[in-house]
């Protein structure tokens, strides 16, 4: 049993933890959405879990800019989606493609909160020339071999057979907060 902080842990969360990382239980990081509109909540896939620890913990490989992509089936993101499983319901339409995220840059935005951090993108648009629904979100790494976070919407957005324009306002929040229920016990 490995442990970390003197609370026994499961060994995949503890290797490779620097020292001064050695007290994980006495926080918490949470993802969560806008408080407004018509999202449900993002959420962390494992594998965005273990690419964020890769990128805190600078073990390769990185995810090189997040790739937004749009889901077009009837889904809802939970923690054990893969990007496989993600891909296999992505929006098929025309006027649709995913779109990589720059960063760093004037299209970002950040931002310390009382409880956390938020990041904002500026607003990600396309314009779908056919029917479509469109269920949610996901981001992936640049090459698409992982997923990142997703996010259901309360109802899914309607397009008939003319399509329309759709707009993607990315607002993510990092919040901080003693463990609770966290990896050691």
Same mark, same amino acid.
Not at 21 to 50: D, K
Not at 53 to 68: A, F
Not at 87 to 98: F, Q, R, S, W
Not at 126 to 148: E, I, K, P, R
């Given at each position: 049993? $490995?442990?970390? @902080? ?7 969360? %503890?290797?490779?933890?620097? *020292? ?6 006495? =926080? ?43 889901? @077009? ?10 990007? %496989?499983?993600? *891909?296999?319901?992505?929006? +098929? $339409? ?10 760093? @840059? ?7 909160? %009382?409880?956390? %951090?938020? +990041? ?6 396309? +314009? =779908? ?32 057979? *003319? @399509? ?10 990092? $919040? ?10």
């Amino acid at each position: 049993m $490995v442990s970390i @902080g003197g609370k026994p842990c499961l060994a995949s969360i %503890a290797a490779g933890v620097p *020292a001064n990382l050695s007290r994980l239980e006495s =926080f918490h990081v949470h993802i969560r959405p806008q408080a407004w509109g018509s999202a449900v909540a993002q959420v962390l896939t494992e594998e965005g879990g273990l690419a964020l620890w890769r990128q805190i913990l600078q073990i390769s490989p990185g995810i090189g800019y997040p790739v937004v992509h749009l889901i @077009g089936g009837n889904h809802v993101v939970i923690h054990a989606d893969t990007e %496989a499983s993600l *891909a296999a319901v992505e929006l +098929a $339409v025309a006027g649709y493609a995913p779109i990589t995220l720059t960063s760093p @840059g004037p299209n970002w935005t950040l931002s310390t909160l %009382a409880d956390g %951090a938020q +990041a904002v993108h500026t607003p990600l648009s396309w +314009a =779908f020339t056919g029917a479509c629904l469109v269920y949610g979100y996901w981001l992936s790494d640049q090459t698409n071999t992982y997923s990142l976070l997703g996010e259901t919407f309360s109802a899914p957005f309607t397009y008939g057979a *003319a @399509g329309g324009p759709f707009t993607l306002n990315l607002t993510s929040y990092i $919040v901080s907060q003693p463990f609770t229920l966290g990896p050691c016990y």
